[in-house]
């Protein structure tokens, strides 16, 4: 059985993983400032980003870089400052370190080498944009980034049609267009909610189906942004084609117009948009 020992009692060696705003400064809660006033080093993501921060709290300390390309030698000098005897806290740019963001691969050697590991807690743009989004949170599945390649990106969202969960995106301004174009073909029109530039003034969130979020002007999507996706619902079993078709002709018996009729039945049966699509081609033109 491994070794217990509490993480603020005992001798061993322990690290500070510090959340860190992600928009409004005045989101660094008081014991973050405390600990980075009593440590020895800083381990930052981007020193002179998070220099210029801690300075704004009259703190001033030596930092050690620590970023995606060096995590593994400066996670060494990290681990052996901290067997020394040394205070370190580690922070990325924005938010959670570890959290699409370096920091995992510093835990697991500071774990490796019976180095214990706290959180300082703070902001998360994932949790935050799911709070308010009002699709469920009950259960939730953080995707992060998608892949930057189109085509690796439809297959990775294709992988993720399946789940049930509400699903946590980030995503950067100038690949937003392309992705929700990509999530509405692929994961059909579902609830969502693009919540931008949180905890700023120009906070926004923009609650809608993913179809209408891709015909958002880009222009007006700028900034940070995370989005969330309804998961996947549900299809109601047992619908043939001929079922299919009886309610695309009821639909359009109650005079809505083809395209309408279409997104109806998808929508109230989760059935892909271009399956309905094909059928009334089909049957109907
Ligand atoms: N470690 C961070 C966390 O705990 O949320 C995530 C860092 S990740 C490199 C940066 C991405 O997080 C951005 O591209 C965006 O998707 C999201 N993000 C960060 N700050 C945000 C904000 N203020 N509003 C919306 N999204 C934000």
């Known amino acids: ?37 009593e440590a020895d080093f800083i ?27 060096n995590e593994e030698e400066a996670g060494e000098k990290i681990v052996s400052l901290l067997k020394e ?24 050697r500071c774990i490796q080498n019976g180095i214990k590991v706290s959180t300082v807690s703070g902001p998360n743009a994932g949790l935050n ?22 085509s690796e990106r439809k297959k990775e969202l294709e992988e993720l049609k399946g789940r049930k969960e509400t699903i946590i995106f980030y995503e950067s301004p100038h690949r937003i267009e392309k992705t929700l174009k ?13 919540a931008r530039e949180l905890t700023k003034s120009h906070e926004e969130f923009i ?3 993913l179809e209408e979020l891709a015909a958002l002007d880009p222009v007006t999507l700028r900034g940070e942004m995370v989005i969330i996706v309804e998961g996947a619902k ?32 998808a929508k109230d049966n989760n059935l892909p948009k271009n399956a309905v699509y094909d059928l009334y081609l089909k049957h109907f033109k």
């Open 85 to 108: 005897g040394k205070k370190i806290c580690y922070m990325s740019d924005a938010g959670y370190p570890a959290i699409s963001d370096p920091g995992e691969r510093l835990v697991r």
């Open 234 to 265: 549900e299809t109601k079993k047992g619908l043939e084609e001929e079922d299919i078709l009886f309610l695309l002709k009821n639909a359009l018996n109650e005079g809505l117009k083809s395209k309408e009729a279409i997104s109806k039945v």
């Open 207 to 209: 609650r809608a189906g």
């Open 182 to 194: 990509d999530m509405a073909e692929v994961l059909g029109d579902r609830k969502a909610c693009l």
């Open 129 to 150: 944009a799911l709070a308010a989004s009002g699709l469920p949170t009950d259960h939730f599945y953080f995707e992060g980034f998608l892949p930057s390649k189109p």
């Open 1 to 37: 059985m491994a070794e217990r020992e509490l993480n603020f009692e005992g001798k061993s060696p322990l690290l500070y993983l510090i959340a860190t705003p992600i928009g409004n400064r005045s989101e660094f809660s008081p014991r973050a400032i405390e600990l980075c006033k």
């Open 43 to 69: 381990g930052a993501e981007d020193t002179r980003n998070s220099r210029a921060f801690l300075l704004s709290y009259g703190i001033d300390k030596p930092f050690i870089s620590c970023h995606e390309h």
